[in-house]
């Protein structure tokens, strides 16, 4: 490509899915469709119905925002006073800050300092009488290692958690994500895989966690079809005071891009793989894709992991210095992630103006969590090429950077 276009090089959502969008709203205003849905029915449905189908589970509960879904869950699992529930530090806030609003306590460990997924060894570390659940957050798009999380969480008889928001599609070991824990959650927002402007959905194959979570948000004629249990469903008028439901605007949207993310995800990989080409012998860069075909990972992100000791000592910041001098068009940049570790709620207890007791939370600080501090101290981000140059894109980075880095030496032909 003799000519960069100008930033962003990435576009998501893509053109071509808005039109679709746009496409199928002014359909459903044409129709006269309900611009409030109270009882889950319509184009709610439909998109719970697909989300059902796909990951092949009894349940799922369409609201109106990713943060919402995990304080569903929360709320359907049983969340008291008191109960500890670990996640990564390398983490949204929202998978575990709705905590606020249930009593529980979140417990944070460190990460593989490889991906970005939860350190299973810590995760051991970190168990104690009162932990209720694990929340494991596929960052990234890459999957965590479920296999290895479950046989804990079996093991000692913690429910199991997904935040699957990075992770629509994603697949390890042959089998999707959102489907090796008790529920799993996913953010609609408009920038993940599967966007709804706004919105979230939770999925499961218990159905007391469902009714719960459906008390929780979806009051009224929902909850009245929907809740079964007796001592539940007494509360179907009022639900338990919160109103989570989706636009079915949003519910229009979603539906759309569940109907063909497959298709632009397979164009995202082959993107990615085809820029991994160019880099993948170069030894202090690791960028992580597919090692086997029962895997796949969805790149919510595009992120390389460089290795300061493999390049001589050369911190992260001189080298990208170096290697963006030459050519200020490429959007090749520290990755920008802060860990909830250093985040002020979780460095500080002494929040007056929270109506909770954040003193039975845990503080943290800086230096807790070396391997993970390491881990984004030295993480590269590049676009995904969403973009309808993308092809192009792709080759563009990995040539320049193999060229900056000494081509002939580190890349085979």
Request: aromatic share 10%; proline share 5%; hydrophobic share 35%.
């Amino acid at each position: 490509m003799n000519l960069i276009p100008k930033q962003p090089h990435d576009i998501w959502p893509p053109k071509e899915m808005l039109h679709l969008m746009k496409e199928e709203m002014i359909h459903y205003f044409d129709q006269h469709l309900p611009i409030s849905i109270r009882d889950g029915s319509g184009v709610i449905a439909e998109l719970e119905q697909l989300f059902k189908e796909y990951y092949n589970v009894d349940f799922a509960l369409a609201v109106n925002s990713g943060t919402s879904a995990v304080h569903s869950m929360f709320t359907g699992i049983g969340i008291k006073p008191g109960d500890e529930v670990i996640t990564q530090t390398t983490n949204f806030h929202a998978s575990v800050t709705p905590l606020l609003h249930c009593g529980g306590i979140p417990v944070l460990c460190d990460t593989d300092g490889k991906t970005g997924n939860i350190c299973v060894d810590d995760l051991m570390r970190k168990l104690t009488p009162k932990t209720k659940a694990v929340v494991v957050t596929h960052m990234w798009g890459y999957p965590a290692e479920m296999d290895k999380v479950k046989e804990i969480t079996d093991k000692y008889g913690m429910i199991l958690i997904e935040d699957c928001s990075h992770a629509h599609g994603t697949i390890y070991k042959g089998k999707k994500v959102g489907t090796w824990g008790d529920v799993a959650v996913f953010s609609l927002q408009g920038s993940k895989l599967v966007p709804a402007g706004e919105g979230g959905v939770l999925i499961t194959n218990h159905r007391d966690i469902y009714e719960k979570a459906v008390l929780l948000g979806q009051f009224g004629e929902r909850a009245y079809k929907q809740v079964q249990h007796v001592q539940e469903k007494i509360f179907w008028e009022t639900g338990y005071g919160l109103k989570y439901r989706m636009h079915p605007l949003a519910a229009v949207c979603a539906i759309t891009a569940f109907k063909s993310f497959e298709s632009f995800l397979e164009t995202r990989q082959r993107r990615i793989k085809l820029f991994h080409s160019y880099i993948k012998d170069i030894p202090f860069l690791h960028h992580k894709i597919e090692e086997t075909e029962n895997e796949r990972y969805s790149y919510f992100m595009n992120r390389i992991l460089y290795d300061p000791a493999a390049n001589n000592g050369q911190p992260l910041k001189e080298f990208l210095n170096s290697l963006i001098s030459h050519d200020k068009q490429l959007d090749i940049r520290k990755a920008s992630i802060k860990p909830l570790h250093v985040i002020d709620l979780f460095t500080s207890n002494n929040q007056d103006f929270f109506q909770d007791d954040l003193t039975r939370w845990r503080t943290y600080s800086k230096g807790d969590f070396p391997i993970t501090e390491t881990y984004i101290d030295n993480l590269i981000g590049v676009p995904c090429f969403d973009h309808p140059d993308g092809d192009e894109l792709a080759r563009a980075y990995g040539q320049y950077i193999a060229e900056a880095v000494g081509r002939e030496k580190y890349v085979r032909y």
